[in-house]
């Protein structure tokens, strides 16, 4: 039997370098606002456009998760808090849970359904339970993006449809996402969900990585017309985290294929990692535009709509960082109920609203002493079967 024949060590490299080539490649193939960075040491490992600024879309909800993990920690919530689904809640547009009014879920299901199906409701309810109001709870947004530092973004509501004044940058959103990794690190199991199970209907995740990465492990999409196909994902290979922040692609497919090949790119400058830049330390250029990108015209016409439709299948992707997944999506199941504390959740009643909402509990009846004591003589003791009497006898 002949010996199997081994590459030689210079071989391996020179595969090594056809690949990192390849991904870099591809990573560049796009010109759209992009970057890697490791969670760890926050150095980072590619980085165009990571300035320009932007419409999050859904990843918006990152935030949101964020402001919940803080009032987690700060004792003011667990994770079997009551969210309510309010009119306000009910009313926002797919997607969504689209449970009736006055539905209650705990903490911890809502957060499932907000990072892994992208409920809109889900994101105004958690709003409305820790602020009262999406007005509100957009300041505490606000706050939180300018203590971390995220000096391009303004929040106006908890889930990401278009509004004016919402935007953020690659940079901050990378600055977002690698806090909630090494600050909330028990939290990560949200963000690798791969599909919900709600009753009897089953949602996947609209994260294309989960399943078809090596190491994939996160975290958020997000998608409007004027925004884009975004992706944040996440990726933890022989110890190391990277993140990687893409932007303003045509699909669900092509931001997964070039998220794919930007932590490729970056699992391959690994060995380079202390000669490369803090993501503190960056600075947007002096030239940059302060104006908002705008893609409707490009990615909601019918042409980029038929190209989508025409590329629909996910049983083959343009690049071979991603594979196809061959198994079915592992699914996690959430449920309504479940919940203990008060709802801050605003509640119009007669013009007026009306902060705290307690969840309703169920009574035990209690019988009046009366109806008690015929019951005891009767021998219908609660949870006891009546012994049979012997009846006297009648007589003639």
Same mark, same amino acid.
């Given at each position: 039997m002949r010996p199997a024949i081994r590459p030689a060590p210079l071989h391996l490299a020179v595969i090594a370098l056809f690949m990192l080539v390849?991904?870099?490649?591809?990573?560049?193939?796009?010109?759209?606002?992009?970057?890697?960075?490791? +969670?760890?040491?926050?150095? +980072?490992?590619?980085?165009?456009?990571?300035?320009?600024?932007?419409?999050?879309?859904?990843?918006?909800?990152?935030?949101?998760?964020?402001?919940?993990?803080?009032?987690?920690?700060?004792?003011?919530?667990?994770?079997?808090?009551? +969210?309510?689904?309010?009119?306000?809640?009910?009313?926002?547009?797919?997607?969504?849970?689209?449970?009736?009014?006055?539905?209650?879920?705990?903490?911890?299901?809502?957060?499932?359904?907000?990072?892994?199906?992208?409920?809109?409701?889900?994101?105004?309810?958690?709003?409305?339970?820790?602020?009262?109001?999406?007005?509100?709870?957009?300041?505490r947004m606000n706050a939180e993006a300018a203590r971390l530092g995220m000096n391009d973004s303004h929040f106006v509501n908890p889930h990401g449809l278009h509004a004016d004044g919402q935007v953020s940058s690659a940079h901050d959103l990378a600055v977002l996402a690698r806090a909630i990794r090494r600050e909330f690190p028990q939290y990560d199991r949200y963000f690798s969900i791969e599909a919900l199970q709600a009753g009897e209907r089953t949602y996947s995740s609209y994260n294309l990585l989960l399943g078809r990465f090596p190491g994939a492990d996160g975290m958020k999409t997000g998608y409007i017309c004027e925004s884009g196909f975004n992706l944040v994902g996440s990726a933890t290979r022989d110890g190391h985290t990277l993140i990687a922040v893409v932007l303003g692609e045509m699909s669900s497919k092509s931001r997964a294929e070039r998220a794919a090949d930007l932590l490729e790119l970056g699992f391959s400058r690994l060995p380079m990692l202390d000669s490369l830049p803090l993501l503190a330390s960056l600075a947007p250029p002096a030239d940059r535009t302060t104006e908002v990108a705008d893609l409707r015209a490009t990615v909601c016409s019918q042409e980029a709509n038929d190209a989508r439709w025409a590329d629909r299948s996910l049983d083959h992707f343009a690049t071979d960082a991603l594979t196809p997944m061959t198994r079915a999506p592992v699914p996690v199941a959430v449920f309504t109920g479940g919940a203990e504390g008060i709802s801050k959740s605003a509640v119009l009643f007669a013009g007026q609203y009306f902060d705290s909402l307690p969840v309703p509990a169920v009574r035990p009846m209690r019988l009046s002493d009366e109806v008690a004591e015929r019951r005891e003589q009767a021998g219908?003791?609660?949870?006891?079967?009546?012994?049979?009497?012997?009846?006297?006898?009648?007589?003639?």
């Open positions: 390849a991904h870099a490649a591809a990573a560049a193939s796009s010109t759209m606002p992009s970057i890697v960075v490791d +969670v760890e040491s926050g150095r +980072v490992l590619h980085a165009q456009r990571e300035f320009d600024r932007w419409q999050p879309a859904s990843l918006t909800k990152l935030m949101t998760a964020y402001v919940a993990f803080r009032e987690i920690e700060s004792g003011a919530l667990t994770l079997k808090s009551p +969210v309510r689904i309010s009119s306000n809640a009910a009313r926002k547009p797919p997607s969504h849970m689209a449970y009736p009014v006055g539905t209650i879920v705990n903490l911890d299901n809502a957060l499932k359904m907000l990072l892994a199906k992208s409920a809109n409701d889900i994101a105004v309810a958690i709003a409305e339970s820790v602020s009262g109001s999406e007005a509100e709870f957009a300041k219908l003791v609660e949870g006891m079967i009546p012994v049979p009497q012997s009846r006297p006898d009648g007589g003639a």
